[in-house]
C-alpha cells in the first residue's frame, strides 16, 4: 500500500545517506561512525512500525533529507555519481525482490548476524565482515551488479571493501522500504519539487 510522500522520502534519504558513505569510503578509506551506524543498525530493524524507527529518529536521517533537497533543488554543489548509483541500488532492488531464495537468504543471514549485532554493535568489523560477506554472497551475484569507483588504493583493502558491501546491504534494505511504502521511478520523474519541500519540512 502506498504510504503519504513524506514517508517515502525518509526511505529514499536513508538509501542516499547510505550510498554517499560507500562514495567516501571509496574514495578516502574514511566513513563517518554515526552515520554508517544509522545504515548498519536499519538492516536489523525488519519489524520496525514506522519508516522512522527504521532509522531510529529523524534527525539521523538528517545527511540523507539534506542531500535529496539539495539534488531536486538543483544546487551546484551535489555530488553527481550519487544519483547514477542510487538508481543502480533502486534496480538491483527489483531484481532481488524477485529472487525469493536470494531473499530467503538474505534474511536468514541477518538473523544469523543479529545476536552478534547486538551484542558488539553494528559497526564492530566482525559484524560488519559478516554483513559484508553475506552482501558478497547472495545479492552482489544479481544483475545489474552496482558498481563501487574510487580510489584503487582504498578499493583494495579487504576492511574497506567489507564495510563498503555491508553499507550496500543497508542501502538495498532502503530501497526495499522504498517500495514498501509505495517509492517508484515515477516519484523521481514527477514528484521532484514535492520530495523536495518534504526533505525541507523533515529538517525543520
Avoid: C
Avoid at 545527511?63 to 533543488?73: A, E, I, K, M, W
Avoid at 532481488?96 to 531473499?103: A, C, I, L, S, Y
Amino acid at each position: 500500500m502506498s504510504r503519504p510522500l513524506p514517508e517515502r522520502v525518509l526511505a529514499l534519504a536513508g538509501l542516499v545517506q547510505a550510498l554517499a558513505q560507500v562514495r567516501r569510503i571509496a574514495d578516502t578509506g574514511q566513513s563517518e561512525a554515526s552515520v554508517v551506524q544509522t545504515a548498519l543498525e536499519s538492516i536489523f530493524r525488519i519489524d520496525a512500525d514506522t519508516p522512522e524507527a527504521v532509522y531510529g529518529r529523524v534527525a539521523d536521517l538528517a545527511p540523507g533529507l539534506r542531500l535529496l533537497r539539495d539534488y531536486f533543488n538543483k544546487q551546484a554543489n551535489v555530488d553527481e555519481g550519487l544519483p547514477r548509483l542510487a538508481l543502480s541500488v533502486l534496480q538491483l532492488e527489483r531484481r532481488f525482490v524477485g529472487e525469493p531464495n536470494t531473499v530467503a537468504a538474505v534474511a536468514g543471514g541477518i538473523a544469523e548476524i543479529a545476536p552478534q549485532a547486538e551484542a558488539s554493535g553494528s559497526t564492530h568489523p566482525e559484524v560488519l565482515s559478516a554483513l559484508g560477506s553475506l552482501y558478497a554472497d547472495t545479492i552482489s551475484h544479481l544483475r545489474p551488479r552496482v558498481m563501487v569507483q574510487g580510489n584503487p588504493h582504498y578499493l583494495g583493502q579487504p576492511g574497506v571493501v567489507a564495510e563498503i558491501r555491508a553499507i550496500l546491504l543497508a542501502a538495498v534494505r532502503s530501497a526495499v522500504l522504498w517500495r514498501q511504502l509505495g517509492g517508484s521511478f515515477w516519484d523521481l520523474l514527477f514528484s521532484r519539487r514535492a520530495m523536495a519541500d518534504a526533505a525541507s519540512e523533515w529538517l525543520r
